[in-house]
């Protein structure tokens, strides 16, 4: 859950606003090929690569609105480039194909991704609004629900056969978790360790100021949309509590105005904060349930979920399809050494 007075829902139309809590729809398919739970952007992103493979019928659930947990309060950068040096290389590798995913994308999909160029220490990136990726996203899907509780599932000859929910009984082909955290569902035994970790946002009026070599040198905060300029996220770790921490968004800003003192007489007209959902290890588990071959999980994301959820969605459809896990995801399974930390 994001909570806080987010800027990105202020930068969306009320069509696209309107689009982030569908409901339920009428024709709602009881029986698709792919059931995919959870509206945030993997599970969107993961319910496009399906819609792209021709999996057939996808239908989208989220029990609360599209873009609802940490994906709507992420700072949305695509920026594998600044984690070289600070995460292990072949997970670099990944975010770089990761960036790749999100171009391709943004020229495959109709209507884009609203893909935004960003340059980060003179290198090429990217950024979003993640609730626009999300809404473009989840507009290609035909059937999306919002306001649907995943609460269990029954399982026969080592397939989920039904999945109960707060709007009924599906019965899926295949399904996709793509919940954050992992999902607590009765009939599931997933023994996975995970928690969240907390982080402030904070956002300023638009501005017509540069960013500092020194500001931008140290990556304590960027320039976007209309000049305004955006900070964190911080990591507030043992923090678990649903709320905006004034003292921590004030000793952002009083960080951010020691370097750079023009910004004195700007306003912050933005502070939120979102959680994380993280592994011990702080690498994301991308994997199928065990002892069940219809059933899939993306969950831990972590600080990097956005940067990855084209790549992540675009190899679960790919292992779907084939019932081969692609190369790409064997860091990320559930038997790793690392996970349990
Ligand atoms: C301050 C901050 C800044 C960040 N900045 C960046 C960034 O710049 N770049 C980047 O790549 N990453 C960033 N991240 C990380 C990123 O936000 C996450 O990794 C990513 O959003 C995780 O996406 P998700 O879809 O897995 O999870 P979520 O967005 O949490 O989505 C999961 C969804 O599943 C739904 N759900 C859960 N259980 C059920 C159920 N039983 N039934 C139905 N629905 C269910 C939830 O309601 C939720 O909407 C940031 C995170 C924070 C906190």
Same mark, same amino acid.
């Given at each position: 859950?994001?909570?806080? !007075?987010? #800027? ?39 319910? @496009? ?13 989220? &029990? ?12 949305? +950068?695509?920026? /594998? ?7 292990? /290389?072949? $997970?670099?590798?990944? %975010?770089?194909?990761? +960036? ?14 609203? +893909? ?7 290198? *090429? ?12 996203? =989840? ?13 269990? %599932? ?17 019965? *899926?082909?295949?399904?996709? $978790? ?21 982080? !402030? ?6 501005? &017509?100021? &540069? ?42 800003? &009083? ?6 003192? =023009? ?11 979102? $959680?994380?959902? @993280? !592994?011990?290890? !702080? #690498? ?23 940067? %990855? ?7 679960? =459809? ?7 896990? /692609?190369?790409?995801?064997?860091? $990320? =399974? ?8």
């Amino acid at each position: 859950m994001t909570v806080g !007075h987010v #800027l990105w829902p202020d930068q969306l139309d009320a069509d696209e606003l309107a689009r982030l809590r569908p409901g339920l729809p009428a024709d709602l398919d009881r029986e698709p090929d792919v059931l995919v739970v959870g509206g945030g952007i993997i599970g969107c992103a993961t319910a @496009a690569a399906c819609i792209q493979a021709r999996l057939g019928s996808v239908v989208l659930v989220e &029990r609360d609105v599209l873009g609802a947990g940490a994906s709507g309060g992420a700072a949305g +950068l695509l920026v /594998p480039e600044s984690h070289l040096g600070v995460d292990p /290389p072949e $997970f670099v590798a990944a %975010m770089r194909r990761g +960036l790749d995913a999100w171009r391709a994308m943004e020229s495959t999909w109709a209507g884009g991704v609203g +893909l935004l160029p960003y340059d980060w220490q003179g290198q *090429p990136q990217a950024r979003v609004n993640p609730l626009r990726a999300i809404v473009r996203l =989840a507009s290609g899907v035909p059937c999306v629900a919002t306001g649907v509780n995943v609460s269990g %599932m029954t399982c026969t000859a080592g397939q989920v056969a039904t999945v109960s929910t707060s709007a009924g009984e599906f019965r *899926p082909r295949q399904v996709v $978790f793509a919940t954050g955290l992992p999902p607590g569902l009765a009939g599931l035994d997933l023994n996975l360790p995970a928690s969240e970790v907390k982080g !402030h946002m904070l956002c300023t009026a638009p501005t &017509r100021l &540069r960013l500092p070599a020194a500001v931008r040198e140290a990556d304590i905060a960027r320039v976007i949309d209309d000049g305004r300029v955006l900070m964190g996220g911080t990591l507030d770790v043992g923090d678990a509590q649903r709320v905006v921490r004034p003292e921590v968004t004030e000793r952002m800003w &009083r960080e951010l105005i020691s370097a750079w003192s =023009a910004l004195e007489s700007v306003s912050v007209e933005y502070r939120w904060a979102c $959680f994380r959902p @993280a !592994h011990p290890d !702080h #690498l994301p588990v991308i994997d199928r349930l065990p002892g069940l071959s219809n059933a899939w999980l993306s969950t831990g994301q972590y600080k990097t979920g956005i940067l %990855m959820a084209v790549e992540t969605g675009q190899a679960l =459809a790919e292992w779907l399809q084939t019932g081969t896990a /692609p190369p790409e995801v064997k860091p $990320f =399974a559930l038997s790793r050494d690392t996970l349990r930390g």
